[in-house]
């Protein structure tokens, strides 16, 4: 029996040395232009860490076979229906966390054998305790971005760093005490250092922080710097909001599985099926009135506001639903066409990904 417990391990081990083989070829086989522009590849990565299904009952990685490929100066929005998902393979691409199979190699550093060291090349943000509490914003960004062992800077770099604060929307903060900001603008001010530091990967775990959308607007701000300064951004966040306003692709994971991987746009497209969002006083009356008019599609009621999803093969244009408004001599408050709204797309591919698990 020891022989055959041994002779499985090594089977084991065997498969996954082969496989990790066969992902290293993968990444080897790249073209030279292009894997110099790659900052994350990641390949059937599974995590050592184990969930418990609270249907089911049983274990399964908290995220498994997940494949990535996160290239210079784009901003990556990782999110998951369970925030420890997405927070631990924040961890395993920052290099703070090993993984049970597969391969991630973190660009110009390889592939990293002693894994919980945070390698010079990535900035890992996961807590907004990083910062000085006895300095100003000012002075903590001035000191934070000077040069090793330059430890008074000169008048001419402290007006580039206020015009910097005042350029992402930071200056009315500039002369604030670290100690008087919110937990979210420090964590903005951490990341604005990030972007100006030496490192050329950011990492990032936002999932314990709700920004507001003013926040949210000077996050995309840094994160046009970061593109602008040739560098990357990875960025774990429970808002869907903040991946839709900040980021240009997306990986989402649904209990362990990732169930979507690509643009934001791309995203939007697929997944957002509400076309229109109506503002009424009286929203149950108008929304039994038009799921008579729209068979195949389905309205939701939240508050005042309706919102109609469209799962019929055919678009139906601004005008024509106006016309069908004025035919049946409905007059909603408001009618707004839908933008695309990340979390629309999120909330629909939860649906569909519980469908096909009861299905199978």
């Known amino acids: ?15 996954k040395s082969s496989f990790r083989d066969f992902a290293l070829k993968a990444y080897e086989s790249i073209d030279g232009d292009k894997k110099e522009n790659i900052a994350v590849f990641m390949q059937g990565v599974s995590s050592e860490e184990q969930l ?16 990535l490929t996160v290239s210079a100066r784009e901003i990556w929005g990782i999110s998951s229906n369970e925030l420890n ?88 903060i500039a002369l604030s005490s670290i100690s008087d900001l919110y937990d979210t603008e420090k964590i903005l001010l951490e990341l604005l250092i ?36 040739g560098k990357t951004a990875v960025i774990a966040a429970m808002q869907p909001k903040l991946i839709g306003m900040v980021c240009d692709n997306t990986l989402f994971i649904c209990r362990g599985e990732p169930i979507f991987c690509g643009s934001v746009e791309e995203l939007n497209k697929y997944a957002d099926k509400v076309a229109f969002i109506l503002r009424d006083s009286n929203p149950q009356v108008l929304a039994r009135m038009l799921s008579c008019l729209l068979p195949g599609w389905r309205i939701k009621v939240s508050g005042e506001n309706l919102y109609l999803y469209n799962y019929t093969d055919k678009q139906l244009k601004i005008e024509d639903f106006y016309s069908l408004l ?10 707004r066409v839908n933008p695309g709204r990340v979390e629309n797309s999120f909330e629909e591919l939860m649906e569909r990904y519980d469908i096909q698990r009861k299905t199978v």
């Open 52 to 67: 418990r299904d609270p249907r089911s009952g049983e274990l399964s990685p908290l995220f498994r076979n997940v494949n």
């Open 194 to 229: 990030a972007s100006e530091s030496g490192s050329r990967l950011i990492v990032c775990d936002f999932t314990a922080y709700t920004f507001s959308q003013a926040e949210i607007a000077i996050m995309a701000n840094i994160a046009n710097r970061i593109r602008y300064l």
């Open 85 to 172: 998902s997405a927070r631990l393979l924040t961890q395993v691409i920052g290099n703070m966390r090993g993984y049970s199979e597969g391969l991630c190699q973190l660009g110009p550093m390889g592939t990293i054998t002693k894994k919980r060291r945070i390698t010079p090349h990535i900035f890992y943000i996961d807590t907004h305790e990083m910062l000085y509490p006895g300095k100003t914003v000012l002075e903590q960004l001035v000191f934070a971005t000077a040069a090793a062992l330059r430890f008074f800077a000169d008048a001419e770099r402290q007006a580039k760093m206020l015009r910097l604060l005042e350029n992402v929307g930071m200056g009315y």
């Open 326 to 335: 004025a035919e049946n001599r409905l007059t909603p408050e408001s009618v």
């Open 1 to 15: 029996m020891r022989d055959n417990l041994k002779n499985s391990f090594e089977a084991e081990a065997g498969a």
